[in-house]
C-alpha cells in the first residue's frame, strides 16, 4: 500500500444517486488521499427528492462483510452510518468488539436529508445499546439528537445539554451538528457545531454558505472525522479537519437532482 494511504471501512446503506451513504463515504475517502472499503448495511431506493423504498442486507450477508474485511484488509478507522435494524447492529457490535477495532466513528443515521425515517425504533435502541458505547466519536445533528434524547433544541445552550445527555451512554466523544438549527438562532451569519470530549466543550464555527443541495453532509463529515483518526489525529484536530473539508465541498456550489442535490466531493 502506497505510504500514509490508510484503509478506512464504512458501515453504511447505499444511496442510488451517490449522494449520501457508501457512495459519499467512498468519494470522502478517496479526495483525501485514503483507501475506502464498504459494508452495505442496506440498499436504499432514493434520489435528493426522497426515499422510496429501504430494505435491509440480511444478517447472513452483514457477518459475512465484516468477516470478509476485517480477516483480509484491518481498518485504520470505521465509520458507521445507516444500520438497518437491530439485529444486523448487534452483528455489527459483535464483530467490532471481536476484531478490536479501533477508531469507531458513529454517525446515527436515523432518517434521510429529505427527513424520511431511515432507522425505526427497534434500530435506534440497538443504536444506543450496542454502537454508542464502543464509539470514539458519535455525531448527530439537532433533528437526530433531539430524537435521541427526546428534547427540543432550539439553542447552543441546549445542544450542549443534549450533549452531556448523550456522554451519558457512550465513552467517546459527542459532536452536536448545529447546522439545522432553527428559530432565531438559524438567523446568525455562522453554524455552531458543540464537541463534548473528555469533559470539555469545544466550539466550532463557520459561516453558513447559502447552498442549498447539502445531501450527504452528514456521511461526508463523519467519513473525514474517521480519515483524521486514522491518520493520529485526536478528536478535536479530527473534527476541524472535517469541518474545513465539508465547508469546501458545500462551497463547491455543485448542483445536480431536482431536490436537496448531492456534492461535489473533489477539487
Same mark, same amino acid.
Given at each position: ?12 446503506? !447505499? ?8 457512495? %459519499? ?23 435528493? &427528492?426522497?426515499? @422510496?423504498?429501504?430494505?435491509?442486507? !440480511?444478517? $447472513? ?9 476485517? $480477516? ?6 470505521? /465509520? *458507521? ?6 439485529? =444486523?447492529?448487534? +452483528? ?9 477495532? /479501533?477508531? *469507531?466513528?458513529?454517525?446515527?443515521? &436515523? ?5 424520511? @425515517? &431511515? ?21 448527530? =445533528?439537532?433533528? $437526530?439528537? $433531539? @430524537? ?5 433544541? /432550539? ?20 459532536? +452536536? ?6 428559530? #432565531? %438562532?438559524? #438567523? ?6 458543540? &464537541? ?36 493520529? /489525529? ?5 473534527? @476541524? ?11 463547491? =456550489?455543485?448542483? +445536480? ?11
Amino acid at each position: 500500500m502506497k505510504e500514509n494511504v490508510k484503509p478506512i471501512l464504512s458501515v453504511a446503506g !447505499s444511496d442510488s444517486v451517490g449522494g449520501a451513504g457508501i457512495q %459519499a463515504d467512498i468519494k470522502t475517502v478517496s479526495a483525501l488521499g485514503h483507501y475506502a472499503m464498504t459494508i452495505v448495511t442496506a440498499v436504499t431506493a432514493q434520489n435528493t &427528492l426522497g426515499v @422510496r423504498l429501504c430494505e435491509a442486507v !440480511s444478517p $447472513e450477508m452483514m457477518k459475512a462483510q465484516l468477516e470478509a474485511v476485517f $480477516e483480509d484488509i484491518p481498518p485504520e478507522s470505521v /465509520k *458507521i452510518g445507516m444500520v438497518g435494524n437491530g439485529q =444486523n447492529v448487534s +452483528i455489527i457490535a459483535d464483530m467490532l468488539i471481536s476484531y478490536n477495532a /479501533k477508531n *469507531i466513528v458513529c454517525d446515527p443515521v &436515523l432518517s434521510a436529508t429529505s427527513g424520511d @425515517r &431511515l432507522t425505526g425504533d427497534e434500530g435506534k435502541k440497538a443504536l444506543t445499546e450496542r454502537i454508542f458505547p464502543i464509539a470514539d466519536i458519535i455525531t448527530p =445533528n439537532i433533528p $437526530e439528537a $433531539e @430524537r435521541l434524547c427526546n428534547m427540543q433544541i /432550539k439553542n447552543i445552550s441546549d445542544m450542549e445539554r443534549a450533549a452531556e445527555r448523550l456522554s451519558a451512554i457512550t465513552s467517546g466523544a459527542v459532536l +452536536i451538528k448545529g447546522g439545522h438549527m432553527c428559530g #432565531e %438562532a438559524a #438567523e446568525a451569519a455562522n453554524a455552531v457545531d458543540i &464537541l463534548l470530549y473528555e469533559g470539555e466543550f469545544y466550539r466550532f464555527t463557520s459561516p453558513r454558505i447559502n447552498n442549498p443541495n447539502t445531501h450527504g453532509t452528514g456521511c461526508t463529515l463523519s467519513s473525514a472525522i474517521a480519515c483524521g483518526l486514522a491518520e493520529g /489525529k485526536d478528536i478535536p484536530e479530527a473534527v @476541524r479537519y472535517a469541518k474545513e473539508y465539508i465547508a469546501k465541498v458545500i462551497g463547491n =456550489n455543485f448542483d +445536480i437532482g431536482h431536490g436537496r442535490g448531492s456534492m461535489w466531493h473533489f477539487d
